[in-house]
């Protein structure tokens, strides 16, 4: 909470814990909203309006709704760049669900610029693989904006740094990368540090309402870990109970 106050830690999220979305039913997603943002307000004041889903299995089409029901406006991932074998064509655009409500979704895109088909974990990929666990160095910030597929549209994207997965988050190199990174240097964009939060909002003031903004329908289907709920047999039947 201090460090809240102090402006060190953005509690963003949206909901009770990075959710399953695929056999996961109606009333189970509004619950992660509901208890979540209920929790983010009791413990911190404060309402989340960035849906962060980073290392989640596929988004079902109900989502957009139920995000904009719960004031949740912005919507992140850099999974479904995994895809076994198609690119998503874009990484900016707008999200629209089943009953046409539309949410500001921008994928995460940074990769080392040299890499190809190695992926985090040492898990085989193509060459559209983006990490959510950049070690913030010159060659991802790089690759980043050779990755980006919104050039035109508009100029900015999104880092995420860190030992995020497993716990350990950035490092002081990590840091320092960042700082130093700050002032322009040959072929890698200026890095500004800064919350998710503010990104989105000043990525919808300039582009919410382009024409030009992409827009995709209906659910965002991840073409890797399939198979993976299978041995779940207790958590599917009481979804469906």
Not at 9 to 19: D, F, I, L, Q, Y
Not at 50 to 75: E, H, N, R, T
Not at 195 to 202: D, G, L
Request: charged share 25%; with cysteine; glycine share 10%.
């Amino acid at each position: 909470r201090e460090a809240v106050k102090r402006g060190q830690w953005e509690p963003e999220g949206g909901m009770w814990v990075e959710a399953d979305c695929n056999i996961s039913g109606g009333e189970a997603l509004a619950r992660q909203f509901l208890y979540g943002q209920r929790f983010f307000m009791e413990e911190f004041g404060k309402r989340c309006r960035v849906l962060w889903l980073p290392d989640v299995f596929g988004y079902s089409a109900a989502l957009p709704q139920l995000m904009k029901l719960c004031g949740i406006d912005y919507f992140m991932t850099t999974k479904i760049s995994w895809n076994e074998y198609n690119k998503m064509p874009y990484d900016t655009f707008s999200w629209k669900g089943i009953d046409g409500t539309s949410v500001l979704t921008h994928f995460s895109p940074p990769r080392d610029y040299f890499s190809t088909n190695i992926g985090h974990g040492h898990h085989r990929h193509h060459d559209h693989y983006t990490t959510y666990t950049s070690i913030m160095n010159p060659s991802e910030i790089a690759g980043g904006w050779k990755r980006f597929m919104q050039k035109g549209l508009d100029e900015h994207f999104l880092v995420l740094y860190g030992y995020g997965d497993g716990g350990g988050g950035p490092t002081d190199g990590m840091i320092e990368r960042a700082r130093r990174m700050s002032v322009p240097m040959p072929l890698t964009p200026v890095v500004k540090q800064e919350f998710a939060r503010p990104f989105f909002e000043k990525l919808d003031e300039r582009v919410g309402n382009d024409p030009n903004l992409p827009v995709w329908s209906g659910e965002l289907y991840l073409e890797f870990h399939r198979g993976t709920y299978t041995s779940q047999a207790k958590i599917k039947k009481n979804n469906r109970k």
